[in-house]
């Protein structure tokens, strides 16, 4: 999917560069757009190696969504063989999104992802990329469906049949508990999730090869997976049988697919606190595709040898835990295996956690968060402390008043829609870079064919809602387009905002917006608007 240039030097600027018209405070650094392309250095200094990075990309990666998404999947498109050629599609998919998202990071390696981009890509009209960058960090940055797998998990585990309110509780506790380590003991929390994100891949490489072991050694259980049902029929119209073709349905299921390589870019959220950060994007990402693909793929055969297809299908988002219970008895197979997920949902949130503070910390580095002196700063226990509180509240808020029964389906498609928006303004903004800034230096070059993929694929999702399924029902049994008016719905929002506090609020208050760099004592630089008097 790509084509590396052979430099390995920082990506920088060449001389004839254009510099940005930002109103610069005396004796601050210049916090224009353009020197986005200059590696910057988080206040609490680089922390994460080779290895950690990879931790934090894997980790992310490796979630609930393999171990719950499966059976939602199979569910929606009726069949094995379609569930399956699923998988390898959105593998396909997202490997296409990660080569977007690899040329991005290396040509400008600075913490922040998607917001960085955006804004250096779409500069006019003026502060809405970074508008809707921030509604959608509040609104959608959250940390829920992981919380809420943990907690189904462990109760299952400990043979609870929990109430809906039980399963809250113990969801925002974790997510509580996960807060407060990253925010004040930061190292710690960076440790902590680094060993979990290692107990999680021999977790998935353990599920994945304990499908294929059961089969080969245990011939005289009673083992009739979806695979293995009946062996004197014909095993390839089985695999296609009552499959649902319909374009929502697919799209949905994709979203799902999608959901679960979502970490696959989650280092370019934190490259200002990456030692060597291109080499180490580069190195990390692409290995963490291919680790991800290849137990992703064993799991999905492992469920589909040893549990029945109708079990599947009603296993919600506990697929993972009838495979083990019926792999390895009740002892094992119910008790430990499954708290092992749940440790597994844990880690993905501590680091789903550790990117998107940081993400909030760079967009109240810009201006556009209220209080953002106090969001931006690393005080008091030098770290993004704020940046996580800022997380924690929407992620609380979805866990806790919607019901559990049908929300983790229905927080992945919300999830999904929007996301699908910004990746086709990020994938399109990388093709008009190449045309407009060819002077920028670009360490990882995307395969164009590959991008083209992505932005048409893109499209495609986008357009799903206009193509409803035969019972005007979507995967949480109520309207199918729900998922994407309320995405829609967050976009517009955000479009609406940006109305109001930059066009319509200056023109009858008779200033304008202009952007002024501060240092605060802590070494942070931010930008400050302020308002500039017409007269």
Not at 100 to 124: A, H, I, N, Q, W
Not at 147 to 170: E, G
Request: net charge neutral; with cysteine; aromatic share 12%.
């Amino acid at each position: 999917m790509s084509d590396v240039e052979s430099s390995e030097h920082t990506p920088l600027l060449s001389p004839s560069s254009s510099a940005s018209s930002n109103v610069i405070s005396p004796d601050a650094p210049d916090r224009s757009v353009e020197h986005d392309t200059i590696p910057e250095t988080a206040t609490y200094g680089r922390n994460i190696s080779w290895s950690s990075a990879y931790i934090l990309v894997i980790s992310r990666v490796i979630g609930s969504g393999i171990f719950a998404t499966p059976g939602a999947i199979v569910k929606s498109v009726g069949s094995i063989g379609l569930a399956l050629s699923l998988w390898v599609v959105g593998t396909i998919l997202s490997a296409c999104g990660l080569a977007v998202s690899l040329e991005y990071g290396c040509m400008l390696p600075r913490s922040g992802g998607d917001k960085v981009y955006l804004e250096f890509t779409y500069r006019y009209p003026r502060f809405l990329a970074s508008t809707l960058v921030a509604v959608q960090a509040v609104l959608l940055g959250f940390t829920a469906s992981n919380c809420i797998i943990f907690s189904k998990y462990t109760f299952f585990a400990f043979n609870v049949v929990p109430s809906d309110l039980q399963n809250k509780i113990l969801a925002i506790g974790l997510l509580t508990l996960i807060t407060i380590v990253h925010g004040c003991f930061m190292r710690t929390g960076i440790a902590i999730q680094n060993a979990l994100g290692w107990v999680k891949i021999f977790l998935v490489v353990f599920m994945a090869l304990s499908g294929i072991y059961v089969i080969l050694f245990h011939q005289g259980e009673d083992f009739t997976g979806a695979l293995t049902r009946n062996k004197e029929s014909d095993l390839w119209k089985d695999l296609w049988a009552d499959s649902d073709w319909s374009w929502n349905t697919i799209s949905t299921s994709l979203f799902k697919v999608f959901y679960s390589y979502a970490g696959l870019s989650n280092a370019n959220n934190v490259l200002n606190e990456v030692k060597n950060p291109v080499r180490t994007l580069r190195g990390v990402s692409l290995a963490a595709l291919l680790t991800s693909c290849l137990l992703y793929m064993l799991a999905n055969v492992a469920y589909f040898l040893v549990v029945p297809l109708d079990e599947i299908k009603q296993s919600g988002e506990l697929v993972a835990a009838l495979f083990f219970e019926r792999a390895f008895g009740p002892r094992w197979g119910r008790t430990f295996l499954p708290l092992m997920i749940a440790v597994s949902a844990a880690a993905n949130v501590m680091v789903v956690t550790f990117a998107l503070a940081r993400v909030n910390q760079e967009v109240a580095r810009q201006g556009f968060l209220p209080f953002a002196r106090i969001i931006s700063s690393s005080k008091p226990f030098n770290s993004p402390f704020w940046g996580l509180i800022i997380h924690y509240i929407p992620s609380v808020l979805v866990i806790g008043l919607p019901s559990q029964g049908a929300v983790y389906n229905f927080i992945l498609d919300v999830e999904g829609y929007p996301g699908q928006i910004f990746g086709l303004a990020v994938a399109a903004g990388l093709v008009l870079l190449r045309r407009r800034r060819p002077d920028l230096k670009r360490p990882f070059k995307a395969w164009l064919p590959a991008v083209w993929l992505k932005i048409a694929t893109s499209v495609a999702l986008l357009a799903a809602p206009f193509f409803p399924p035969p019972d005007w029902k979507g995967d949480v049994d109520f309207f199918y387009a729900t998922y994407a008016i309320v995405g829609v719905s967050i976009i517009l929002f955000g479009i609406l905002y940006w109305y109001i506090w930059t066009i319509l609020l200056p023109r009858f208050g008779n200033y304008t917006l202009e952007e002024e760099v501060e240092v605060l004592d802590d070494g942070t630089s931010i930008t400050k608007l302020v308002h500039k008097s017409k007269s």
